[in-house]
């Protein structure tokens, strides 16, 4: 059972930035999706990036398309999102998740592994 522990979230104003962190107990195949989820109050779970560990297939909901941006750190089992441009409408709880076999599964939201959460609060 693949461990995902989340860091990184709290509180920055409107156009402000923010790094998440997710850090995987393994790394199995290079293929694999991962990526970040998020959710807002009363609202539906949303994509918002995938990448694979070998960082050749990255993909990111339209939403944040332009203003974040997803990477590994394969030798520290890592995943990031870069967070620039943040509006209020980016506050929610961002979720880490990972194990997807390709990126259509990873964004229909069926990876096997999911971290606890780290909550973005952006000010206007």
């Known amino acids: 059972q693949v461990q995902l522990v989340e860091s990184g979230g709290g509180l920055v104003q409107a156009g402000g930035s923010l790094t998440l962190s997710c850090a995987a107990s393994?790394?199995?195949?290079?293929?694999?999706?991962m990526g970040w989820f998020r959710q807002a109050p009363r609202k539906e779970r949303e994509f918002v990036a995938g990448?694979?560990?070998?960082?050749?297939?990255?993909y990111y909901s339209d939403s944040v398309k332009g203003r974040f941006t997803i990477s590994t750190d394969n030798a520290k089992n890592t995943v990031y999102l870069h967070m620039n441009g943040l509006k209020p409408e980016d506050t929610a709880l961002y979720y880490c998740?990972?194990?997807?076999?390709?990126?259509?599964?990873?964004?229909?939201?069926?990876?096997?592994?999911w971290g606890q959460g780290t909550q973005v609060t952006v000010s206007s």
């Open positions: 990448i694979n560990w070998s960082g050749d297939n990255s």
């Open positions: 393994e790394r199995s195949d290079s293929r694999y999706i």
């Open positions: 998740a990972g194990g997807a076999p390709t990126m259509y599964y990873f964004y229909k939201g069926q990876s096997p592994y």
